[in-house]
Structure formats: structure tokens, C-alpha cells
């Protein structure tokens, strides 16, 4: 496959980050610079939400309330914290990585639901705002099988619904039940790699959009990728405040959403005439 020009990296950040990425892409698209336009678009948890929806050209102004938009429709499952706190005490133990990703995939697969991993996914949807996946550029969604710890990587000729695809990449355990598919139960795709900005290797230009960095990553992060011009974006202090410490909160969504609003036009000018414009 021909390397890509120009790729999208969204990483993940619970609904805070969700509702700032969503803001700050809908910010720069009134400015003239469509994040949805790259010929790649990797999203993870919050970013394959807000990715999806930008790769499939949808309007992002519904992220501003999405429970308003949707009316009397399904809402989020509620944060055990209880479980959250056994998944992270797992990730800080140093454990190797498969392992890792096996005994989180235990601690989640306790927690299955099928009625709330119903409500995950029909909250997805509304959100993405379509059940299809992208034609016109590729879209990488990564998630983790949880029986195994396997790692996997969906886009279009997958045979999985977009829908679907997004709910697994952004179940983290204790956030939200794993996702069944094909017979068997998928979760967070963050479990990977962070943001899995390794698979944008081989672009470039690259764009990395962080909800949950607070400074810029130094170059050496990304010197493996190959990519000529790359733009790191993260909170600034305002929105920072906004998203607070706890990414399961709700509350966060509607001041973080303004946030990255108001990011967008500094945001605008570290694109500079990196990015195209906005048709």
C-alpha cells in the first residue's frame, strides 16, 4: 500500500478528552483546517470515537451535548471504581505487556454485560453518527481481544461495524463492559499502545492529538515514525483545568468541549501550512 501523505493520530482520554478533541476539530474546521481530511486517521478509545466521526465527514457540532442531541436514547454505563482501581494496580505492577493485557482482560470479562454493551455501542453510534466506515480514507481502530490480551488493529475490510469497532476501542475496564464480536469480547485499544502512533509509521506529515499529554513529546518519540513534519497537540492550561484528573467523570464533557474550542485558533497556527485547508 502507498505510504500515506498526511495522518491523523487521536489518542485516548475518557470523556473529557473525548468532548476536547471534538471541540478542538470542530473548532479548526470553522477555521478552515479539516482534521478529517488526512489519508489516514488512527483513533483510540476517545480517539477512534472522535476519529471515526471526523474520517466519515460528519459534523462534529452535536459533540457539544451529545445527550441532548440524542434524546431519551441510551446513556453511557456509570465507572466501577472498584474495578477501575484492580486494572490499574495491574498496569503499574510491571508486568510484561501480554500479561498485562491478559489480566486486564480477566478483570473486564467479569464485568460483561450484555445490555450495557448494547446502550456502549448505540451511544457510539450516535455519537460517530453512522454504522459505516469511511470510503474515501483509511481509518485504523485498535482495540485488544480480552480472552487472549491479543492486540488487533480494524478498518474497513475487517467485517466489523464501525459502530461496533469504536465501543471496543473505547471500553475500558470498569469505564465500560468489553465488546463482543465474532463471538468473542474486545476492549480499550489504549491497552496497545497508548495512542498507537505506530501506526501512522511511514507518513509525512503527522498530526498527534493528546488529551492526556501535557507537554509536547520530545522528537525521539517520533523519530522511528519516518514522518518529515509532525504537529503534537494537547490541552493547554485552560483546557487542562477543564478535563480535570478524572477521565470517567461526565461532568467534564460540556467545559471541555468549549475548551478545545477555544484551542483551536493556537491550535490553528502550530498547523500552520502543514495541514491542507478545509474544502
Given at each position: ?8 493520530v487521536l489518542g485516548p482520554g ?99 454485560d450484555p445490555q450495557a454493551e ?18 474515501e480514507r483509511r481509518l485504523l ?139
Open positions: 500500500m502507498r505510504s500515506p501523505h498526511s495522518a491523523l475518557g470523556f473529557g478528552g473525548t468532548a476536547w478533541m471534538g471541540g478542538l476539530a470542530h473548532g479548526l474546521r470553522g477555521l478552515g483546517v479539516d482534521l478529517g481530511a488526512a489519508d489516514l486517521v488512527v483513533g483510540t478509545s476517545a480517539g477512534a470515537i472522535v476519529g471515526a466521526a471526523l474520517a466519515a465527514g460528519q459534523d462534529l457540532a452535536h459533540f457539544a451535548d451529545p445527550a441532548g442531541s440524542g434524546g431519551d436514547g441510551p446513556r453511557p454505563p456509570q465507572a466501577d471504581r472498584r474495578r477501575m482501581g484492580e486494572v490499574f494496580a495491574v498496569l503499574g505492577a510491571g508486568l510484561p505487556p501480554e500479561e498485562a493485557r491478559r489480566r486486564v482482560g480477566r478483570i473486564a470479562l467479569d464485568a460483561a448494547q446502550a456502549l455501542v448505540a451511544v457510539r453510534r450516535r455519537l460517530v453518527g453512522t454504522d459505516t466506515w469511511p470510503a481502530i485498535p482495540a485488544v481481544e480480552a480472552g487472549s490480551g491479543e492486540p488487533v488493529v480494524w478498518e474497513r475490510g475487517s467485517g466489523v461495524p464501525l459502530a461496533a469497532a469504536v465501543a471496543a476501542s473505547s471500553a475500558f475496564p470498569g469505564a465500560a463492559p468489553p465488546v463482543s464480536i465474532g463471538g468473542r469480547h474486545y476492549i480499550d485499544g489504549a491497552l496497545r499502545a497508548g495512542a498507537n502512533v505506530d501506526l501512522a509509521a511511514g507518513t509525512r506529515t503527522l498530526v498527534v492529538v493528546e488529551p492526556m499529554a501535557r507537554q509536547t513529546p520530545g522528537q525521539e518519540a517520533f523519530a522511528a515514525l519516518g514522518a518529515e513534519t509532525v504537529v503534537s497537540l494537547f490541552p493547554d492550561e485552560s483546557s487542562a483545568a477543564a478535563l480535570g484528573t478524572d477521565p470517567s467523570d461526565p461532568s467534564a464533557w460540556a467545559p471541555a468541549f468549549q475548551a478545545g474550542l477555544r484551542q483551536a485558533a493556537a491550535a490553528r497556527k502550530e498547523l500552520a501550512d502543514s495541514w491542507a485547508p478545509a474544502p
